[in-house]
C-alpha cells in the first residue's frame, strides 16, 4: 500500500472528522478540527491513500515537548501499521523543531494502544481517574522521554 504523511489541509475536515467519528465513543466537534488547524501550536498530520485520508494525528507543541492529542486510523486500515508510522512520523518531525519529549493520555481499557505507545518507549507516568465522561474510565498517562527520528 503507498499511502504518504502530510499536513492536514482544509478540505481534508470531512474526512478527518469522519474517522475520528468512527473510532471515538466521545469524538471532537468538527470545529475543534477546524481550529486545530489554525492553532499555531498545533501540528495536524494524515495519511493519504490516492487522496482519501485513512489516518489522522493531531499533537499539540509546547516549548520542547509534544502532547499527542488524537490519533485514529480509519477502521478499513487498522492493523497495518499505518497509525504507527503516522506517529512515528509526527514524533520525528516534532524532534526536528526540537521538542525533546512526548505526552498523551489513553483510555486504560485501550490496549492496543497502550501495547503500540509502550512499543515507542512509552512509559505510564499517571492516571487522571474518571477522565472520560461517557464511562468515567481513567485516562493513563503516559511519557516517552526521548523521541525517535525517522
Not at 491513500?49 to 509546547?62: E, K, M, Q, T
Not at 518531525?93 to 512509552?122: C, D, H, P, T
Amino acid at each position: 500500500m503507498n499511502y504518504t504523511f502530510r499536513k492536514m489541509t482544509l478540505e481534508d475536515l470531512e474526512q478527518v472528522v469522519a474517522i475520528d467519528q468512527v473510532s471515538f465513543s466521545l469524538p471532537w466537534p468538527a470545529r475543534s478540527f477546524s481550529f486545530e488547524y489554525d492553532n499555531p501550536v498545533s501540528r495536524c498530520w494524515v495519511a493519504d491513500l490516492n487522496s482519501r485520508v485513512i489516518a489522522i494525528v493531531i499533537g499539540w507543541f509546547f516549548v520542547d515537548e509534544i502532547h499527542i492529542a488524537t490519533l485514529a486510523t480509519h477502521p478499513d486500515f487498522r492493523r497495518q501499521g499505518i497509525g504507527k508510522n503516522l506517529l512515528l512520523h509526527a514524533l520525528s518531525f516534532a524532534k526536528e523543531e526540537g521538542a525533546q519529549s512526548a505526552f498523551l493520555e489513553v483510555r486504560e481499557g485501550n490496549l492496543a494502544a497502550i501495547e503500540m505507545y509502550r512499543q515507542f518507549g512509552f512509559i505510564e507516568n499517571g492516571r487522571r481517574s474518571g477522565y472520560y465522561a461517557d464511562n468515567h474510565e481513567d485516562a493513563i498517562l503516559m511519557l516517552l522521554e526521548s523521541l525517535p527520528g525517522e
